[in-house]
């Protein structure tokens, strides 16, 4: 009604203006004040030391038959747990639930475990959680908190002719079931923007562990999902304030585990679930359960327990720092990741290449690898 009292007023008239026409010229991007992030080393929380279960063939999503058990086994993934676990649990729920099966036991408490409970769940079915330590205090605690779903998810020349499309559908599934915990208390999944710096040639290495001897032909498969993630841009000196020749940045997926799995175990609860705290030493404890069907999330632990041996240890250190919730960018440069959560700031030295750690299965905290780390990005704050 405001509109047409104006329109008979004659106040919407404007045929005398001048006619604009938009141009294609490129928006001018201002650098941002980004916050400085304090690399004191004197302000580490802790530092926690993860086991990325690697193999060769990828992930391990098969059925097997343990006495009278089915068991359904999902682990495996490398340093690609988190990132894939919407997809990985997809399948194995599927496998599970084949020939009618509506009782089914989880073994895990971790991304993989919590997923495909909450997914075997959902599909109608009667699900148990056994597990020797609920989230907090597994191996997937201790993930870096970024989407990265071919972070060593299988060595190039041992994986089948069809797993390319199986990691594929299974990135593609996980990407969208991420995307329904942005926004949510607590910011399980959010996005942030990564900026990735490099000095001049010859000005300094990467910083971090030496890698291990040999070379693994970590599969790449990244170039498969174009078009689906968001892409970086090159930046121009005056666009960022770091003092590096070269930059660019982009929005990266990112994951507040302490939260996510908070959510994921309340909505399990919440939904009819149990979870039974149990520790297994041998294939042949399976038989126990009422479950006729379990699946076996494990991660690193089915080394142990199934006598797995193709899985290599893949040691990742993370040196914390307490949350700076002005901080709210990622970094990337020299090996050093930099991702701001809201359980502390994560530092990670992954230096030359991802044979860093390869065959690693050292658990022990490396102080000075974490101060190296911190005084390498203290020098892109030094004049902040």
């Excluded at 919407?86 to 099966?101: C, D, F, I, T």
């Excluded at 001049?200 to 174009?226: E, H, I, K, Q």
């Excluded at 909505?267 to 294939?283: C, D, K, N, S, W």
Aim: proline share 8%; with cysteine; hydrophobic share 40%.
């Amino acid at each position: 009604m405001v509109l047409a009292g104006l329109a008979s007023a004659g106040l919407t008239s404007c045929a005398s203006a001048p006619v604009v026409t938009p141009t294609a010229t490129r928006p001018v991007f201002q650098p941002k004040a980004l916050a400085p992030l304090l690399t004191d080393p004197g302000r580490l929380s802790r530092i926690t030391v993860c086991l990325r279960p690697f193999r060769a063939q990828g992930p391990r999503i098969e059925t097997e038959t343990v006495g009278d058990k089915r068991v359904v086994h999902n682990y495996g993934h490398g340093g690609s747990g988190w990132s894939l676990a919407w997809g990985s649990a997809a399948v194995a729920r599927e496998l599970a639930l084949e020939g009618g099966q509506r009782q089914v036991a989880v073994i895990g408490c971790g991304a993989l475990g919590l997923t495909s409970a909450l997914q075997t769940l959902r599909a109608g079915a009667q699900v148990t959680i056994y597990a020797a330590e609920r989230t907090p205090y597994t191996r997937s605690a201790r993930a870096t908190g970024v989407w990265s779903p071919d972070s060593r998810i299988a060595a190039a020349a041992a994986v089948s002719a069809d797993f390319p499309a199986r990691w594929e559908a299974m990135a593609r599934r996980s990407w969208v079931d991420h995307h329904a915990f942005v926004g949510l208390d607590g910011d399980p999944v959010r996005f942030i923007d990564q900026y990735n710096l490099e000095d001049a040639p010859g000005a300094g290495g990467a910083v971090g562990p030496a890698p291990t001897p040999g070379r693994v032909g970590f599969a790449r498969y990244g170039d498969r999902l174009a078009g689906l993630t968001p892409r970086s841009r090159e930046l121009r000196p005056d666009e960022h304030p770091f003092r590096v020749p070269t930059a660019s940045v982009g929005p990266i997926m990112t994951f507040n585990v302490a939260e996510y799995a908070r959510q994921l175990t309340e909505a399990f609860l919440m939904e009819g679930g149990r979870i039974v705290q149990r520790t297994f030493y041998h294939p042949s404890e399976l038989a126990d359960l009422a479950e006729p069907v379990v699946v076996n999330c494990t991660g690193y632990g089915a080394r142990a327990l199934f006598r797995d041996e193709s899985i290599i240890p893949v040691r990742g250190q993370i040196a914390w720092l307490p949350p700076q919730p002005e901080v709210t960018y990622g970094l990337f440069y020299r090996g050093i990741g930099m991702v701001p959560r809201a359980d502390g700031i994560v530092i990670q030295a992954n230096g030359r290449n991802q044979m860093v750690g390869y065959g690693v299965a050292d658990e022990t905290p490396d102080r000075a690898e974490a101060e190296q780390a911190l005084a390498a990005l203290g020098t892109l704050f030094a004049n902040a």
